[in-house]
């Protein structure tokens, strides 16, 4: 379509014209998703734990946990880089990006529990809190992990995204932006490329975790 899908030679050739600008960019980019992640994670597990031990509260925050899993993040990626600065719109968009998946399967993993196992800790006189260590996380972690493979590449999309309009100089969000008006299509499709390879990795990095793990 007149230039708009460059061959692949083409799009490598570019590719390596340009290697240089790439580690300072997919370093940003790795950063900002890398943050976001980890504290997107450890409150959706929380969550996940308090809304199973406590059906009441699930009730109260469901609300609040649909509108974050229907928010589109390219809408709210303008409001978070005018009200925050410097890493901050980044690292929120990629943890809002990883949040409702990671805590839908933990409240799954924590609720579909051998309840064998608990009446045998109960029967030892174990307390909830002990049935919860020793059977219900324990069983939980393979949707835990599953939840942790898809919210991987979330993070590095939230990251990209907010970095459209963040008015950081690095990033491969600002990267792709500052090349749109070059009319250089190889380049947005390396830029893209590179960008689909980080997701991939970081997929296929708790996949190999999760393989090891549950191995």
Known sequence: ARGALPCLSEILIRFCIDRGDYPGHIWATAQSAGLGFLIGN???????????????????????????????????????VLTLSGMA????????????????????????YDTRSADVVRAYGGSNWKVLKLVRLRGAVPDILSGLR????????????????????????????????????????????????????????FAMISSHVLG
């Open 89 to 112: 719109p980044r690292v929120t968009l990629a943890a809002l990006g990883v949040y409702f998946v990671t805590m839908s399967a933990t409240v799954i993993g924590l609720s579909q």
């Open 42 to 80: 450890v409150l959706a597990v929380a969550a996940g734990i308090a809304f199973v031990l406590s059906p009441t509260l699930m009730r109260l925050a469901r609300g609040v946990n649909i509108a974050i899993f229907a928010l589109p993040p390219i809408a709210i990626a303008p409001i978070l």
């Open 150 to 205: 898809i919210a991987a590449p979330n993070a590095v999309l939230g990251a990209i995204l907010a970095e459209f309009g963040g008015g950081g100089r690095l990033g491969l969000g600002t990267y792709l932006l500052g090349s749109l008006g070059r009319g250089d299509p190889a380049r947005l499709w390396g830029i893209g490329l590179v960008a689909t390879a980080m997701a991939g990795l970081s997929y296929a990095v």
